[in-house]
């Protein structure tokens, strides 16, 4: 029988501090040429084994091999000028300098692929690999080419769309697009953000997932959150779409969020990972913590459809931090796993 309640990470987990800086979000790598590839493969091991220690049954490179989880991947692509650097808000909510798309974007080689089939060699564990979502690359970019963000949009899902059937052939189980967009830009999610994502998942037989948060825990997305009240219902926006939509699984922050649990009755029927881990303070959940709120959601999500996961990454926080969390949440999963089988 397949076990209930497999549980696994929303994406990143902290790099060793010999491969980039501690406890920085994008920090810029400590190592060169071949002493950086062989690091990153390195770090990827230790990342795995950590999360094997804890008890993870789904498990990921933790990004090892990325610095950032969407410009590392734009990076690969033909018709982005990286000099050309332009400033603009991202998600509404911040300035970053972002490079320039400056005529038409392909995918040169693959971008990922040998890293997930390194990863696949050392586990038999599922395997899980997340790509950005076509809605937040486009919303970590200036477009001097396009002129048009749907169209531009388009691109990325056909670009994704070679990228996951690569990660597909190589091993994946689950191919994770991030759209923290989803969250932000609703009408344009709904015109046209959700039918993207369809085109990049387009032809997968492995499982599919997006992962919707409200970001990291870096001081503007911890100000933004204060501004969005006591009930976050941001997800109400997106869910209808989502839950008629192709997507397998839709993995949300829920653990000290606003979010009102009920919303997840929108997306009945789709596996859902649910954030039990806040990923925003260094406090470490207690097992009963996690067990809670994996009860609450319990209330709209069959048990078979549950995944226990972190709230987002946990790339800014202490490996000790992180490693306390991974095995809370593992606790958690295995308290109310319990309660199920009697
Ligand atoms: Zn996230």
């Known amino acids: 029988m397949k076990k209930l309640l497999p549980t696994s990470t929303a994406g990143s987990l902290p ?59 734009i990076e690969h692509l033909n018709g982005v000028d990286f000099e050309n650097r332009k400033i603009v808000k991202i998600r509404d909510r911040y300035d970053a300098s972002v490079p320039t798309v400056v005529g038409p974007v392909s995918r040169q080689k693959p971008v990922f692929v040998e890293a997930a089939k390194f990863l696949r060699q050392q586990t038999d564990q599922p395997i899980k690999w997340a790509l950005p979502g076509p809605m937040t690359m486009i919303d970590t970019l200036y477009d001097d080419h396009y002129k048009s963000r749907e ?69 503007a997305n911890t100000d933004w959150k204060k501004t969005l009240g006591n009930e976050w219902r941001q997800y109400e926006e997106a869910f209808p779409k989502l839950q008629a939509s192709n997507i397998d699984i839709i993995s949300l922050e829920c653990h000290n969020s606003h979010v009102p649990m009920e919303l997840l009755e929108l997306i009945r029927g789709k596996k859902v990972m649910v954030g039990a881990i806040d990923v925003a303070t260094n406090t470490i959940e207690t097992p009963e913590e996690v ?40 606790d958690g999963a295995a308290i109310v796993r319990k309660e199920l089988s009697v």
């Open 15 to 73: 790099k060793p501090s010999w491969l980039a800086e501690s406890e920085t979000l994008w920090s810029p790598w400590k190592l060169q040429d071949q002493a950086l590839v062989d690091g990153k493969k390195d770090a990827l091991c230790v990342s795995l084994h950590e999360q094997q220690q804890a008890g993870i049954d789904i498990v990921s490179d933790g990004e090892q091999t990325r610095q950032h989880f969407v410009t590392t991947f």
């Open 151 to 219: 169209k531009l949009a388009w691109e990325f899902a056909i670009i994704l769309n070679q990228e996951a059937k690569e990660l597909e052939a190589a091993g994946v189980d689950i191919i994770q697009f991030d759209e923290p967009a989803f969250n932000v830009f609703f009408d344009d999610v709904n015109k046209w953000g959700i039918a993207c994502l369809e085109r990049a998942i387009e032809g997968l037989k492995c499982e599919t997932a997006v992962h919707i948060c409200y970001g990291y825990g870096i001081k």
């Open 291 to 330: 067990a809670n709120t994996l009860r609450e959601a319990l209330k709209y999500v069959d048990a078979d459809k549950l995944y226990p996961c972190t709230n987002c990454g946990m790339a800014p926080l202490s490996r000790e931090v992180a490693r306390g969390k991974l095995k809370a949440l593992s």
